[in-house]
Every structure is written in structure tokens, then in C-alpha cells.
């Protein structure tokens, strides 16, 4: 059974750093692209970032490039976002996505997604 864990969430103020995780289990990582996406309440679900199978290509979401940072390390089979710069923004519950080799910004091209984990900016 393919399983995406993220964890790594929480209650943090504006401008401060968090890096979520997320492990994946019961199938082949080194040939999946990796996209983390977020949802905040009453919001539809969005994009965030995601890199390619090898983390050789990584797109941006505007809100978030310069301040956030994928990356993936497929011997732990984990992905990773570093999120710095906090802003209330940001608060959503963050999911993480897996597909075939190439990342997507769509997200109905994604085949197996995490519960998500909660992050909270306070102002």
C-alpha cells in the first residue's frame, strides 16, 4: 500500500522558519515527481512547490519563491520543504503529492496524496 506521510507542522509567529517532511512508503520514489500543496479554509487547494523524479527541475509558486525551498532525497525516500520567512499567508494545511517522473502544477495529475499537516502563522 503506497503511503505519504508529512509531518513537521505547527503554530509559529511571522517571519519565523519551518521545514515539513514527508516519507513515502510502498512504491517506487526514484521515479516520482514530488509536489507539496496547500489548502487553506473556505480556499480551493493549491500549489506550492514540486521538483522532478531526480530533484533535477523545481517549480515555484510565486507567493512562495524566494522564501521556500524544496528538496527530496530519494535514498530516504523524504521530501522536504523549508519554509523561511513565514507569513500569515501561509497558514493552510500543507499536503504532500507524488506522480510519474515529471512534476505538475495540476493537481488532478497527481496519483497519491498525504493526510497533510497543519501550519499556522500568527501575525
Known amino acids: 500500500q503506497v503511503q505519504l506521510v508529512e509531518s513537521g507542522g505547527g503554530l509559529v509567529q511571522a517571519g519565523a522558519s519551518l521545514r515539513l517532511s514527508c516519507s513515502a512508503s510502498?512504491?517506487?520514489?526514484?521515479?516520482?515527481?514530488m509536489g507539496w500543496f496547500r489548502q487553506a479554509p473556505g480556499k480551493e487547494r493549491e500549489f506550492v512547490t514540486g521538483t522532478n523524479w531526480n530533484g533535477g527541475s523545481t517549480n515555484y509558486a510565486d507567493s512562495v519563491r524566494g522564501r521556500f525551498t524544496i528538496s527530496r532525497d530519494n535514498a530516504k525516500n523524504s521530501v522536504y520543504l523549508q519554509m523561511n520567512s513565514l507569513k500569515p499567508e501561509d497558514t493552510a494545511v500543507y499536503y504532500c503529492?507524488?506522480?510519474?517522473?515529471?512534476?505538475?502544477?495540476?493537481?488532478?495529475?497527481?496519483?497519491?496524496w498525504g493526510q497533510g499537516t497543519q501550519v499556522t502563522v500568527s501575525s
Open positions: 510502498g512504491l517506487p520514489f526514484n521515479t516520482r515527481a
Open positions: 503529492a507524488a506522480r510519474p517522473w515529471i512534476v505538475s502544477t495540476d493537481t488532478s495529475l497527481y496519483d497519491y
